[in-house]
């Protein structure tokens, strides 16, 4: 069941019936009912196992370390006189190590669904090559497993296991119903794609049950109208000019602006494709009440790139920033290292090398979580560079704009950094678009080889799937996108304003919008919709 059929209109206009004639308070059960049906529906009775398996482990070892907690407590309070602070210690440490257990115990088991289906083939064909490398030895020493994905296993691993360690780190306290966690682990909305929630962001509003609020959902009915013109309309309508080139690029040796269009185009591609899908995922959690940390911030107005990772999948970014990024950058070894680094390289390499190394391993892990192969560890790395580099360059950069007479706050200034920023994102694209890491580079290649301005005047660009309209039209909602953007970068909701006027005019909007959808919109035979691009990370 795809946000885009017929099937899922009815299911979720079902949903919200039902969900208002539940008692207020048991609400959230209705939810539950429906996020698990959906994802048996969708991704079949096996691949619930795996979900439920994670929902099952997480809750348990919540309850577990609280549990411990408890009872040290408990412990620490009965003692008599004769408990002293040596006793006292013993048993914190004691207290510790049981919670240390559990807590690693349920994230080996979950990570290790996530490594064996996502990369187990990817894992097992490398050791093969590198056993053939050294023991000249033909054939597989190691199966080759061809695992299909449980759908949505990427972000709902992480999202469980993110609970998990809130609860370690005693950031709030454990969800004490189980059937209240399994909603929280499978909200039908987020599944597919993100955004990969927390747990006390969620919890009040997923369980305590909304009041219809007409505003809110004529919000909510918007967003997700505008998401699927992004979706099947944008995004849908620039994939056939991207498939057209870059899968073909070195076969048909297509050269410079083609190449580097084409790039441009997947952004658009994938930006309303993935903001698209989020749109929709906030709307319908809008119907509910249902409050989640945004996923997008305006990404292609970003003056760095790791300000674009700031601001595009923000919630992935939290997650690697909170429980990876903190985690080594605040280790013994990285504290003993950034002291030798201090002493032998002074006070600022001591003060920014961790950091740019930790980031470095972040960005790495950021690339391995698209995708099981080599080009993924390659487009991490690419990424890294750049933001490692600009934390360990900061001080540099500064001295060179002063030296220039720069003002970093000028317009002119923020045009070039964002400008930069886009071409330097695009460049990075090409190995997740291309089939291997030599295919990548490719394109690079393709992309420098020529100078040829005149594909933007004379007839090329129509060659590739798209008629002239069809351009203007990719045009025209691409510029339409920039100013929202702009417009919510300034702080100006559309959405909010068009709400708030009057049911003719409101039922005009949407009326309009759903037009636009139906005659503009690409799908039909051949065309899978349904399908986004983060679903498959």
């Known amino acids: 069941m795809n ?3 017929l099937e899922f209109i009815v299911f979720l206009g079902a949903c919200v019936a039902i969900y208002y004639i539940f008692p207020g308070k048991n609400r959230w059960f209705a939810l539950l009912l429906a996020s698990v049906f959906f994802y048996v529906y969708s991704a079949g009775t096996w691949a619930f196992v795996f979900i439920f398996t994670t929902a099952l482990t997480t809750y348990l070892g919540g309850r577990l370390i609280e549990f411990f907690n408890a009872w040290y407590q408990k412990k620490v309070k009965n003692a008599g006189e ?25 994230l080996l088991l979950n990570l290790g669904f996530l490594i064996v289906l996502k990369y187990g083939d990817f894992l097992a064909e490398n050791i093969n090559g590198l056993l053939a490398q050294v023991s000249f030895t033909r054939g597989n020493a190691i199966p080759v497993p061809d695992f299909i994905l449980p759908l949505g296993i990427s972000f709902y691993t992480l999202q469980s296991l993110g609970y998990l360690i809130d609860v370690y780190r005693g950031k709030y306290e454990c969800e004490r119903n189980p059937l209240k966690h399994l909603l929280f682990v499978t909200w039908f909305p987020q599944v597919i794609q993100g955004p990969i929630n927390r747990c006390d962001v969620m919890r009040r509003t997923l369980y305590e049950g909304a009041a219809w609020d007409e505003m809110r959902i004529q919000k909510a009915i918007l967003r997700i109208l505008w998401g699927y013109l992004k979706k099947i309309v944008v995004a ?13 690029t070195l076969t048909y040796n297509f050269q410079g602006l083609v190449v580097f269009i084409a790039a441009l185009l997947y952004g658009v591609q994938i930006y309303a494709d993935f903001s698209g899908g989020m749109d929709i995922v906030f709307g319908v959690s809008e119907l509910f009440g249902i409050e989640m940390t945004e996923n997008f911030n305006q990404p292609y107005l970003a003056k760095s790139v790791a300000e674009f990772w700031k601001r595009w999948h923000i919630t992935l970014g939290h997650w690697m920033r909170d429980y990876v990024f903190y985690s080594i950058a605040f280790s013994r070894p990285f504290g003993s290292l950034q002291k030798k680094m201090k002493k032998k390289y002074g006070p600022y390499i001591g003060k920014v090398f961790p ?11 950021v690339g391995l979580w ?12 690419y990424h890294a560079i750049f933001v490692s580099s ?26 070039f950094q964002i ?14 678009l291309a089939r291997s890491v030599s295919e990548g580079f490719g394109f690079w290649r393709n992309t420098f080889a020529r100078w040829n301005p005149w594909v933007l005047t004379d007839t090329t660009m129509y060659s590739f799937g798209l008629t002239r309209r069809n351009i203007d039209l990719l045009m025209l909602c691409i510029i339409t996108m920039f100013l929202v953007d702009v417009l919510n970068e300034k702080g100006i909701r559309v959405r909010d304003h068009l709400a708030r006027q009057g049911i003719v005019f409101r039922y005009i909007i949407y009326l309009a919008a759903i037009m636009v959808i139906l005659i503009y919109g690409i799908y039909g035979p051949g065309y899978d919709a349904g399908a986004f691009i983060y679903q498959q990370f």
């Open 3 to 5: 946000f885009f059929s």
């Open 82 to 106: 004769e408990f002293t602070r040596e006793d006292k210690k013993r048993l914190k440490k004691k207290t510790d190590l049981k919670k240390r257990v559990v807590f690693l115990l349920v």
């Open 236 to 248: 849908e309508r620039a994939a056939i000019f991207v498939d057209k080139v870059l899968p073909n």
């Open 355 to 365: 950091s740019f190394l930790a980031s470095f391993i972040v960005f790495m892990l």
């Open 370 to 381: 698209h995708g099981a192969a080599w080009k993924y560890i390659v487009y991490g790395t």
């Open 390 to 415: 600009a934390t360990l360059l900061e001080a540099p950069y500064e001295k060179m704009r002063n030296l220039l007479h720069i003002r970093a706050e000028s317009f002119g200034w923020k045009c």
């Open 419 to 432: 400008i930069r920023t886009v071409v330097i994102i695009t460049l990075g694209r090409y190995f997740i």
